[in-house]
């Protein structure tokens, strides 16, 4: 092994900020231009950084952004008061201690060298992540196949879009997304599949909607649940989960049937028609009982049919309601058939559209940064592209086989054939599905590291190395949104702590194990050009062999590479450049990258497109007697992953602070729990303590949680843990949709509440959930079992929370008869927590106390209502909030209602709610129209 000089140089640093006295500028910053850190929208962001000392004084939408034109969502608007979050892990750690950086890369080294000697390369495994900027996932992909000699990385995004990936490819012959955001504004009708576009692609929803005010388009929704989406909706249909395969077949049949085909697109330009045809007459052919199958009414599924059928311009857009199936690379082909039988690919407003829900989950295809790719859209089972890219690369040794895919890979840790896992920004404990079992297997396999930006989650507590990444704001690089246009998301701020690029940790443990040359990158713009470079290996712009297509940036200059503009691919010469950085005398000239396959040429060999034949399909697993109803995960609007950066800020936490299940009235009544109460979800993989929310919204049979609560913020509400890990056969992405589940009441005996500043350690209950608030954190709890003392029960448990040593006093009312008490805790004079126990519910006065720890310092007032169960007069319940930017809560806006503020526009006007990023305004205009679970 060559041993490298460890260097401490810090890689990605900052834009020069100028030394500028306040007293001379008081106010001067440099506006810097990046990218959001969410989902796959790709919204550009203008961020002021103030120059004195590099603070971030605030964010806005970048108005010449292509993704967003200045809007942002309400996740992309809180951006800035996600800095400086207090959790990091700022050093690296072995085996729990501090430890240098060139100690842990050593140990890293040594250990991948050790394992590959004894048990062969393919007993290494990399777990990635979606949210790696392209410069980190092709150094960590380059690294594991090219050098390792394996292809086992595999990454969160076969989570999100692998169906989506391999449908692609079977109908285009690559992985391409041939239409652009544009075309949800251009188009006359917009089926939205499995996609609550208002939440998940808050920004795109927005400009639907505003296409739709503008111009009229029509908006067709299918979804078995009645989302915020669906308040622009013009129909919904509700169809049973599992059945869009079904239903896209019933379509091609209409298409066929109606004489709405393309037929001279269908014989030019594709194949395979005939078998489609024959599938999907087979499959759903008679529209009674497809109907039926649904779940819908005959008329509305003809009311369908003919819309798209008499709509030219149709944009269908799908997301995760359609890839997390056993069945979801069917489900895509089946939407493509439609569109490849109308001939609606990749033309202005006509085209399928599918919706990436991670910000660089394009970026990672782009690299093949999944076990099923090679690198830059080649395949890794095609031997001259393994030979080409190894002497591209010139690598050691190249994998001749596809690796292990997300489940199969934690299934091989648990075997314990893969002795050494490396996790690099995601959370695989928490996020995979039956996610007790991979928690289990993380914790058991022989040596595990971790990169990431957070000092704790489910998948860190069990790592012997821990690295310290760096986070949204100081990372540098490059990130791929849905409409394959690639941003610079720039550093903003010096890392914390010692946190470094990811790119560079790989890089070091490359270098040392020997492999210098090849990875001596000194910062981002070394690995970009390299990467624009190889997607142009063998692929000729003129005649291109993959659409992805770099080349014309793999000489940029790191300035120009510093100032590159947002740009889609296949890049044109010189678009991606600003003025007076453009390269002169670009040698190719290709069309316009907007939009793909408009001319009817595909990259299958003969230039077709293929029809797929869709077979009948049905949810791997389905309900029976023990497990009756369906479970479907969902994302929330203000809430990202698994809330490591959006559960810091306060205002986005507020629509929606416990893990909830949806129940339809009817199966609330059957399964006999109610409203607000806590019921224990069963299913054959695990179990979650979640909150009812009762919502004639839900489809009746089924039931659906959000997906975002981990062990280390609600220990018993995490909802994959409940979920199969049944998976669709070509992409491997897991069924996230449909998982038969038992719900049943879990009698809470008593309730409480702490409100600490940072609790060190939290209480022992049976189920808890820590909420951050400003400037303190919220403990909700909830026990099986009342304890005998509720005040010594408080008090014990408050003295694992608070700091060790605090000298406290105590101020204690208690009512041990009836199980209550109330308790606060001052030291000195200052409030430092406020405790309460009781039979049930959580306080309305949560806000109140709040104010009151945070502030500290009490008035005789606050003192004297302090352990009653009053709220004082003139302070306000607590009410869900309904808008994150100027927090506005639903009681806020109800009372408007009465006041007689009936239209959105009046409620708008009367609170503000909804006048800045207006991502709640699909939820006001619901109230307004008092729809039911509004
Ligand atoms: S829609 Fe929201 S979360 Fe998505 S990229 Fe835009 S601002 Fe970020």
């Known amino acids: 092994m060559a041993g490298d000089a460890f260097s401490p140089a810090r890689e990605g640093k900052p834009l020069p900020v100028a030394a500028v006295s306040d007293a001379v500028a008081p106010a001067l910053v440099t506006p810097l231009k990046t990218a959001c850190a969410y989902c796959g929208v790709g919204c550009g962001i203008d961020v002021d950084v103030k120059d004195r000392d590099g603070r971030v004084l605030g964010v806005r939408g970048d108005a010449e952004h292509p993704a967003n034109f200045g809007r942002l969502c309400s996740k992309g608007t809180a951006l800035n008061e996600t800095l400086g979050m207090a959790d990091r892990l700022l050093r690296p750690r072995i085996n729990g201690r501090d430890a240098f950086w060139g100690e842990a890369l050593d140990a890293i080294a040594a250990k991948l060298a050790q394992v590959r000697r004894d048990h062969g390369p393919d007993a290494i495994a990399f777990y990635v992540s979606g949210q790696l900027l392209t410069e980190d996932y092709y150094v960590v992909n380059k690294f594991v196949k090219g050098f390792i000699g394996t292809a086992n990385i595999d990454t969160n995004s076969r989570l999100c879009m692998a169906s989506t990936v391999v449908a692609q490819q079977r109908a285009f012959g690559e992985d391409v997304v041939p239409g652009c955001y544009e075309d949800l504004e251009l188009a006359d009708l917009v089926v939205l599949v499995g996609s609550n576009t208002t939440w998940c692609h808050p920004v795109l929803f927005q400009r639907i909607k505003a296409a739709r005010e503008r111009r009229g388009t029509r908006v067709v929704v299918i979804d078995p649940r009645r989302t915020a989406t669906c308040g622009i909706a013009d129909l919904h249909l509700a169809i049973r989960p599992g059945t869009d395969a079904a239903l896209f077949n019933g379509l091609l049949c209409w298409l066929a049937d109606h004489g709405a085909l393309d037929a001279s697109f269908i014989a030019m330009h594709t194949a395979g028609y005939g078998g489609a045809l024959d599938a999907a007459r087979s499959d759903a052919g008679d529209i009674d009982r497809l ?33 997390q199936s056993s069945g979801g690379t069917d489900k895509v082909n089946a939407i493509i058939n439609c569109h490849l039988a109308t001939g609606r690919v990749g033309k202005p407003g006509a085209s399928p559209l599918s919706l990436t829900g991670q910000p660089n989950a394009m970026g990672g295809r782009e690299v093949g940064g999944l076990a099923t790719q090679l690198a830059a859209h080649m395949g890794i089972e095609d031997a001259a592209a393994r030979a080409a890219v190894a002497r591209f ?56 590291v971790v990169s990431d930006c957070v000092g704790d989650n489910d998948t860190l507590r069990h790592a012997h190395i821990a690295l310290p990444a760096m986070a949204w704001g100081e ?43 090849q990875f001596n990158y000194t910062k981002a713009a070394d690995i970009f050009r390299e990467h624009a470079a190889l997607s142009a290996l063998g692929n000729d712009l003129g005649k291109p062999r993959r659409q992805f297509h770099l080349g014309e940036l793999a000489t940029l200059t790191d300035a120009a590479y510093e100032a590159l503009q947002p740009v889609q691919w296949p890049v044109r010469p010189a678009a991606a450049l600003p003025a007076g950085l453009a390269r002169q005398g670009a040698k190719v000239a290709v069309p316009s990258s907007a939009r793909l396959f408009g001319d009817g040429r595909f990259m299958h060999g003969d230039g077709r497109a293929r029809f797929i034949a869709i077979a009948a399909h049905r949810p791997a697993n389905s309900v029976r007697d023990d497990f009756p109803f369906v479970l479907n995960t969902n994302r929330l609007r203000d809430q990202w992953h698994t809330m490591t950066r959006t559960g810091a800020v306060p205002r986005l936490v507020r629509h929606c602070e416990q893990p909830v299940l949806d129940m339809h009235p009817e199966d609330a009544a059957r399964a006999g729990v109610q409203d607000g109460a806590i ?29 975002h609560w981990t062990r280390t913020v609600a220990p018993a509400s995490c909802v994959n843990a409940l979920v199969n890990a049944a998976c669709d056969p070509q992409s491997g992405q897991p069924e996230f949709k449909h998982t038969p589940v038992q719900v049943s009441p879990w009698p809470a005996a008593a309730e409480a509440v702490f409100i600490v500043r940072v609790p060190r350690a939290l209480p022992e209950a049976d189920y808890l959930v820590r909420i951050s608030e400003s400037g303190c954190t919220r403990l909700q709890v909830a026990l099986a ?24 006093r105590w101020l204690l009312r208690e009512d041990a008869a009836r199980g209550r ?25 949560v806000q109140w106390l709040q104010k009151l720890v945070r502030q500290g310092v009490l008035a005789d007032a606050e003192r004297a209502w302090l352990l009653t169960d009053l709220l004082p007069p003139g302070e306000t319940p607590c009410s869900r909030q309904l808008c994150a930017c100027f927090q506005v ?6 009372d408007a209602l009465r006041e007689g503020f009936t239209t959105v526009d009046a409620l708008v006007q009367r609170t503000q709610a909804g006048s800045k990023c207006g991502t709640c305004l699909p939820e006001i205009a619901l109230l307004a129209a008092g729809a039911p679970g509004s």
């Open 475 to 517: 990372k540098d690089g490059t990130v791929t949104n849905s409409e394959r246009r690639i941003s610079r998301q720039r550093a903003l701020l010096a890392p914390a702590g010692e946190a470094k690029a990811d790119w560079w940790s790989v890089a070091q443990v490359a270098r040392r194990l020997g492999f210098t040359a």
């Open 291 to 323: 109907a039926a199958r649904c779940g819908v009414a005959v008329s509305e599924l003809r009311a369908f049919f003919r819309l798209f059928a008499n709509t030219p311009k149709t944009v269908t857009s799908w997301s995760q309601g359609v890839n």
């Open 821 to 845: 008490a109330a308790l606060a805790c001052f030291a000195g004079e200052e409030l430092v927590a406020f405790a309460a126990l009781q039979a049930g519910g959580a306080p309305a006065r």
């Open 889 to 894: 809560s639903e009681k806020t806006l109800r």
């Open 679 to 707: 019921a224990e979800v069963r299913s054959a993989q695990g179990r979650a303590l979640l909150r009812v929310a009762v919502n004639p919204a839900q489809r009746a049979g089924e039931v659906s949680a959000p997906m």
């Open 393 to 448: 690369w010139q690598a050691r040794e190249m994998p001749a086989a596809r690796g292990l895919k997300a489940v199969d890979l934690f299934e091989a840790v648990r075997r314990g054939e893969v002795k050494f896992l490396w996790v690099i920004g995601t959370n695989p404990a928490t996020s995979l599905p039956h996610a007790d079992r991979v928690r289990d297997a993380i914790a058991g396999c022989e040596f595990v």
């Open 785 to 808: 079992v009342a304890p005998a003392s509720p005040a010594g029960w408080l008090q014990a448990q408050l003295a694992r929370v608070l700091p060790e040593g605090l000298a406290a």
